[in-house]
């Protein structure tokens, strides 16, 4: 299979190994700002570092990057044409890691949300139904916070 990574997206991955904000991380964060949200950023302390940490809802949002998160069936899940196995080995263990991370965050009593990066990009349904569920989260909890 020959790596395909336009340009652009690999970027976009580049800049997750250098451990900076990708930009649909900036875009989910606008989108739940927008919303009325506060949050809190790559949370040292919490178990897989959760790219979004909504502390009042003891919620943690995950961006995943489809190529080293590996999105079943998405186009920009592709695998290196050289190096092949070390390439496979590596991508399982990080499937690995992400299951890891979310069975430890929901031992600890958080709800779990991830969204793909590219259903960000397009604005697919995940995506949107995210930003639903999200906010009628919100809107709950301040017609609990402040009852009219
Ligand atoms: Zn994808």
Redesign the pocket.
């Known amino acids: 299979v020959v790596d395909s990574l336009s340009k652009a997206r690999r970027s976009w991955n580049m800049s997750r190994i250098r451990g900076k904000d990708t930009e649909p991380e900036r875009v989910v964060r606008s989108a739940l700002h927008r919303i009325g949200f506060r949050f809190r950023l790559h949370v040292k302390s919490l178990p897989g570092k959760p790219d979004i940490v909504l502390p009042r809802y003891k919620t943690v949002v995950f961006v995943d990057g489809?190529y080293w998160h590996r999105?079943p069936l998405?186009?920009?899940?592709t695998t290196p044409s050289t190096r092949t196995a070390f390439w496979t080995h590596k991508f399982a263990s990080n499937k690995r890691n992400d299951r890891l991370v979310r069975q430890r965050l929901t031992s600890l009593g958080w709800t779990v949300e991830s969204v793909?990066?590219?259903?960000v990009a397009h604005e697919k349904k995940n995506y949107v139904a995210l930003l639903r569920r999200l906010s009628r989260r919100r809107r709950r909890y301040i017609g609990v916070a402040h009852p009219a």
Do not use: D, P
């Not at 998405?74 to 899940?77: G, I, L, M, S, T």
């Not at 793909?116 to 259903?119: R, S």
């Open positions: 489809c999105h998405c186009k920009n899940a793909w990066e590219c259903e």
